[in-house]
């Protein structure tokens, strides 16, 4: 079946369960679901509801939408996210990104667990995403090109969207929680790299390291969604640390950061839908 086919199949499905248009999507990620369970929820959808749809394998990735509100902003949240490496094809990665943005949300909201590359940078910290790397994994808009969504050659001279950093940034401040601001690269996983592979990703110029997100931009972006996105650096990087890394680190920094994490995705939304005019 067509990726384009595959969506609209989806789409139809969702349509025949749901009955709900949000303005603002949220992608979570790992260890960062439980933000999910705290707004005000309409529905849920399970991912093995949808006919076609990929599964999340990985612990801490639910594998569900969650269709609410933010105080009055409606909103889909991704409590789990599909990734590249548990063997999908990049169009099947990106097909939950697309399926959001044709459910009608706008904006998209993403988040991850990521590595430092930035050896200034610490387990715990936040990092807003001001550009990203993504030329280790394939672009999602090799093939066909979607002409319902966007243009063959999409511009990503500005992937991430100036004012809605603007506005987590100024977020942050209000509520008194540090925010770096960097350069995320995405490689495939699952593995964790090496110490002279985040060398050269800092070479490159990243200060955090995933597996996820950068192709979820690329596909946002081509579809005209206006992207912001926050990194919860989990741990320093192979060969900053003398310690072995492990999913269970990962998952034991996001569930620290966890409030912080919540405070400032909540109230960044509200402020994001105020500031474009998005809420009742």
């Known amino acids: 079946m067509m990726a384009e086919e595959k969506l609209e199949k989806c789409y139809k499905c969702f349509k025949a369960k749901i009955d709900f248009k949000p303005e603002?999507?949220?992608?979570?990620?790992?260890?960062?679901?439980?933000?999910?369970?705290?707004?005000?929820?309409?529905?849920?959808?399970?991912?093995?509801?949808?006919?076609?749809?990929?599964?999340?394998?990985?612990?801490?990735?639910?594998?569900?939408?969650?269709?609410?509100?933010?105080?009055?902003?409606?909103?889909?949240?991704?409590?789990?996210?599909?990734?590249?490496?548990?063997?999908y094809a990049m169009q099947d990665v990106v097909l939950p990104t697309r399926l959001m943005k044709k459910m009608g949300a706008e904006v998209l909201f993403l988040t991850n667990a990521s590595g430092a590359a930035n050896p200034d940078y610490s387990a715990g910290d936040f990092m807003l995403i001001s550009d990203q790397i993504a030329n280790f994994v394939p672009s999602p808009l090799i093939g066909s090109n979607f002409d319902s969504l966007g243009i063959r050659f999409p511009d990503m001279s500005s992937i991430y969207n100036k004012q809605l950093r603007e506005i987590v940034r100024n977020t942050a401040k209000e509520l008194g929680i540090k925010l770096r601001e960097g350069v995320?690269?995405?490689?495939?996983?699952?593995?964790?790299?090496?110490?002279?592979?985040?060398?050269?990703?800092?070479?490159?110029?990243?200060?955090?390291?995933?597996?996820?997100?950068?192709?979820?931009?690329?596909?946002?972006?081509?579809?005209g969604m206006k992207i912001v996105g926050i990194s919860c650096i989990s741990n320093l990087g192979c060969g900053l640390t003398d310690t072995p890394l492990s999913h269970k680190e990962v998952m034991e920094a996001a569930d620290k950061a966890a409030p912080y994490f919540k405070s400032l995705i909540r109230t960044s939304v509200v402020n994001i839908a105020n500031e474009l005019g998005l809420s009742d």
């Open 24 to 87: 603002i999507a949220i992608i979570l990620g790992s260890g960062l679901g439980a933000f999910a369970d705290e707004i005000e929820v309409k529905a849920v959808l399970n991912y093995y509801e949808i006919e076609g749809f990929p599964l999340s394998t990985v612990p801490g990735h639910k594998g569900r939408f969650v269709f609410g509100y933010i105080e009055k902003v409606p909103v889909v949240i991704m409590q789990g996210r599909v990734h590249y490496y548990e063997g």
């Open 184 to 223: 995320y690269i995405q490689l495939t996983g699952p593995n964790y790299e090496s110490p002279s592979e985040v060398k050269m990703c800092r070479l490159l110029g990243a200060d955090a390291i995933g597996m996820s997100t950068a192709c979820e931009a690329i596909a946002a972006n081509h579809a």
